[in-house]
């Protein structure tokens, strides 16, 4: 048999479908034939032997006579293709007559029980359907007439159909297996197309995309779902190079200005307060790098979607008090006014560690974004089954066509105008993936010079 590969395998079970059937029909068109044949004989024996019946006459011995001259010459002026043999027997079962065409054999008699039935039997090695009708007079059985009919040619139908559905049999089921065959290869031909273009696919080749097929069939589905697929690993892949990128760039930066610090620090023997103040330098640097570092790995935690979710309830009102109380020497540093009117207590069920890393990176940013002697409100809200919260500031601001671009992680809005604020970018890059995880509304909105507002809506 022809490898099992899926063209193959579409076909055989198709063909194995279509032997049924195929079976079901050549068996029914069988039996259709035979039960008509056999009916046709039936209904002509009963015909002859009606025919026959009056002939018979019954004397006053209770006796039946036969005119012999007469039924032989009316059996042979018929023209039958079939032939017909008649027998009479007597009250003794002893021969009256026969017709010619019986020769020296003789149609045999069966017991009572199968009187007026119809008989398969052989006379001469031949089959023969016959009849035995008992002849009665007065209720009493005065001799039996037989009527039979050969089966030669019915047989000969028959075996010839049953050979003829016999060898058509295989050779259609072949026929079709090639012909399904070749449509099952039309039909997967877009498989094969996917299997090309998926071989093409490498990681530093994420551009092809299967062509499309015309039927918007389940093919078609299974064609765009693997482009969109795609598209995800695509984009997956991108951001993972830029995010590599520029991490070592901004893991680099701190690294630079360390090595260059202790550089210039070995060159010549120095002062202690020198001393002091390039080491003190270089532990803030290195502060910033582990912080750095911290944002990248809770980002790549997100990346990967690998943060397990511990979710309960907890309370709004003290995460933000603890995050003004963790930037409370900032605040103080600024002079910011802190406003903030908690109505009531404020509940929330949502994963407490997240919710406290998005509270703090958005008060951190609205404190490093302020002006000196700046403001920020802090209020909370509840309607029917959401609680939203508002932080504003009126900072520095966003300009409108960076609102876009400020979630991108390591992204700065125009850094170069205020050098003294410094950051990673990453921050509001993290506050998007815990929103998105926690599925938080979160929304911000700005403008230069003005300030900033940043909904949540938990």
């Known amino acids: 048999m022809l490898s099992f590969s899926y063209k193959n395998r579409i076909a055989f079970n198709y063909i194995l479908s279509t032997a049924l059937l195929i079976s079901v029909v050549f068996c029914t068109i069988y039996g259709i034939t035979s039960y008509s044949i056999n009916e046709h004989i039936n209904d002509d024996i009963l015909e002859e032997s009606s025919e026959y019946m009056e002939e018979v006459k019954i004397d006053n011995n209770n006796a039946y006579l036969i005119q012999v001259d007469q039924w032989r010459e009316s059996d042979n002026n018929r023209v039958n293709v079939n032939p017909v043999f008649v027998q009479f027997l007597d009250n003794s079962n002893k021969l009256i007559d026969k017709s010619p065409n019986l020769k020296g054999f003789q149609l045999k008699l069966y017991k009572s029980n199968r009187d007026n039935q119809f008989v398969d039997a052989f006379l001469n090695n031949k089959p023969i359907r016959q009849i035995q009708i008992p002849l009665f007079d007065k209720n009493k059985k005065v001799g039996y007439l037989f009527v039979a009919m050969s089966l030669d040619e019915a047989t000969l139908i028959l075996t010839n159909l049953r050979n003829t559905l016999f060898i058509a049999f295989p050779l259609i089921l072949l026929l079709l297996f090639f012909i399904a065959r070749l449509i099952a290869g039309r039909s997967i031909k877009p498989v094969t197309l996917i299997t090309e273009t998926s071989s ?13 097929p015309q039927n918007k069939d389940e093919l078609f589905v299974l064609s765009k779902t693997i482009n969109d697929l795609l598209d995800r690993i695509e984009n997956a892949v991108e951001r993972e190079k830029q995010f590599t990128s520029d991490a070592s760039h901004e893991l680099r930066t701190p690294l630079t200005v360390l090595k260059g ?133 009126n900072g520095i601001g966003i300009r409108e066509t960076d609102l876009d671009k400020i979630l991108n992680p390591f992204y700065r809005s125009n850094p170069t105008l205020h050098p003294e604020v410094k950051g990673s970018g990453l921050g509001l890059s993290i506050v998007e993936r815990i929103t998105q995880l926690l599925n938080i509304e979160f929304k911000i909105e700005s403008e230069l010079n003005k300030g900033t507002q940043v909904y949540l809506i938990f």
Not at 200 to 212: C, E, G, Q, S
Not at 270 to 277: G, L, P, V
Request: overall charge positive; aromatic content about 6%.
């Open 200 to 212: 093409r696919i490498t990681k530093d080749n994420l551009k092809d995309r299967i062509i499309l």
């Open 261 to 393: 610090t202790l550089e210039v620090l070995i060159r010549k023997p120095r002062n202690q307060d020198e001393y002091e103040e390039k080491i003190n330098f270089c532990i803030s640097e290195v502060n910033r790098l582990n912080n750095l570092v911290d944002q990248l790995l809770l980002l790549a935690r997100f990346e990967n979607h690998k943060q397990s979710l511990r979710i309960e309830k907890i309370y709004l009102n003290a995460i933000i008090l603890d995050a003004l109380t963790l930037y409370s020497s900032k605040i103080k540093d600024k002079n910011i006014e802190i406003v903030h009117d908690f109505a009531k207590d404020y509940f929330i069920k949502s994963d407490n560690y997240l919710v406290g890393t998005i509270i703090s990176n958005i008060i951190s940013n609205a404190i490093k974004y302020s002006n000196q002697d700046g403001k920020i409100s802090i209020t909370i809200t509840k309607s029917d089954s959401k609680t939203s919260c508002i932080i504003t500031d």
